[in-house]
Each structure stands twice: as C-alpha cells, then as structure tokens.
C-alpha cells in the first residue's frame, strides 16, 4: 500500500469581486468570503489580479495577505507591473498564467517552452523574494520539462479541457485528455516539481483527480462559487472536502 500525500485545497474567490463589481461598492466582500472559506476547511485562498482589474482589485490582495491566516495564491501574469505588485504584497505564492483582456477565463496553459527567457529571470525574483512560483501549463511533456529547467517549484496543471470534455458527454476526448493529465502528473513529480491542479473542476472531477498521489493541490473557485448561491459557501467548501478525500481514498489504497 502506497502513501499518497496530503491533498490542498485552494478556494478562488475571483468572482465574489465579480459579484462586487458588477454593482459597485464594497458588498460583497471577497475577504469576507476568503474567511468564510478558510473556517469551512479551505487550506488557502487564491486570487487572480488581472490587467484590466475586472474582479479582484489590488486593494483586495493587500487585504487578504494582511488578514487571513492561511497562504495567499496570487495568480497574475509575468509582466513588469504584476511582478512589482506581487513582490509588494509578498505572498506566500504566486501562480503565473497566460492572461488576453478579450478572454472570459484563462483558456489554456502558460507557453513557458515559448517565454522561458522571459520567465527565467521573474521566477529567479519570487525565489529571491522567498516566494513560491507555480506555473498554469497544459500537461504537455515539453512544458512539464522546461518547467524544471527554469527550476520553477511548482506547476498547476491546467484541467479545462479535460472537464469539459467530461462536461460535453464527449468521452473519448474526456479519456485522451485523462491520460495527459495522468502521465503528466507523473512526469512532473519524477522531475522534482509539486504538482497542483486546476481550472473547471467539479465535485465529480476533484474526486477522480484526488486520486492522483503526486497532485498535492487543487484551485477551484468559479464551480464553488456558483454552488454557493444555493447551499451557502461553508456546506459548498466542505461537499468538496468530502470529494477530495473520497478520490484520495483511493490513492491510499492503490
């Protein structure tokens, strides 16, 4: 019998500021819902500052790394800007992402075969900064190896396409997509980089994927914020646990 390592859970809260935002105004208060999540089991909080500041905006980062008590996940882009922002707030992490104002989310992983130059010396800075980077990439063998390279100690497995296919009924794409995510989790753990994943994840999904022993960290927000609405984002945050630690089950016993 194996044993697969504690899973993480990363709660979003993008889109309570969304919420925010579309009215104006402080209400509702992503910090409030940060609290709220972390007292219902979440293990941290994630948030993603974009360029064009749609839901989470800087005075929202300050706040939450001043005043939660578990680590803060700043998700952003690789620009000069983000990078001197992030390295003010000095969270626990942050996660580096592709970002286009014209998207409605993040549509796929972060070229970093294509940016390593780039990305090279803004990782060496978070490291520097005592900051831990993640890098949002597609489960692609390439990405996964250059991700090393740039001694990045985390990546986070994008998930999108993988749940949607399972979303759309489209099973072979569903299966084919599975394999990716499988074969690079191992791929990435065998080259000495934490795993975590995210982006589209359900109740069903987060329980097949918990399995996964070499993925140590999950980010969901927009699923759990949508849940919340109906049964209230405490009950949400804990059905999830319960998902997690149902397909994590498994891992132990495999």
């Not at 190896?145 to 993988?162: C, D, N, V, Y």
Request: charged share 25%; proline share 4%; net charge negative.
């Amino acid at each position: 019998m194996s044993k697969a390592p504690p899973l993480r859970l990363g709660v979003n809260i993008d889109h309570i500021a969304t919420l925010r935002n579309a009215r104006g105004g402080r209400h509702p208060d992503p910090l409030r819902a940060a609290f709220a999540a972390i007292e219902a089991g979440a293990d941290g909080i994630t948030a993603h500052l974009r360029e064009d500041r749609r839901h989470i905006r800087d005075a929202d980062m300050q706040r939450l790394k001043a005043e939660i008590s578990k680590p803060l996940n700043f998700e952003m882009a690789a620009t000069d800007d983000m990078v001197r922002i992030a390295l003010g707030v000095k969270p626990h992490a942050v996660c580096l992402v592709p970002e286009r104002r014209e998207e409605l989310t993040t549509e796929g992983g972060l070229d970093v075969v294509g940016q390593h130059n780039a990305l090279a010396p803004v990782i060496a800075r978070f490291t520097d900064a005592g900051i831990r980077t993640s890098l949002f990439i597609a489960a692609d063998p390439a990405q996964i190896e250059m991700a090393a390279r740039l001694k990045s100690p985390a990546i986070e497995i994008h998930t999108g396409a993988w749940c949607d296919a399972v979303n759309d009924g489209d099973m072979a794409k569903a299966d084919a997509e599975w394999q990716r995510v499988v074969a690079g989790a191992a791929l990435a753990r065998s080259a000495g980089l934490e795993v975590h994943a995210g982006h589209g994840l359900d109740y069903a999904t987060a329980e097949t994927i918990a399995a996964l022993p070499e993925i140590v960290e999950l980010n969901i927000g927009f699923y759990m914020i949508g849940e919340a609405l109906f049964v209230g984002l405490g009950e949400t945050i804990r059905t999830m646990r319960a998902a997690m630690e149902r397909g994590r089950a498994r891992a132990v016993a495999a």
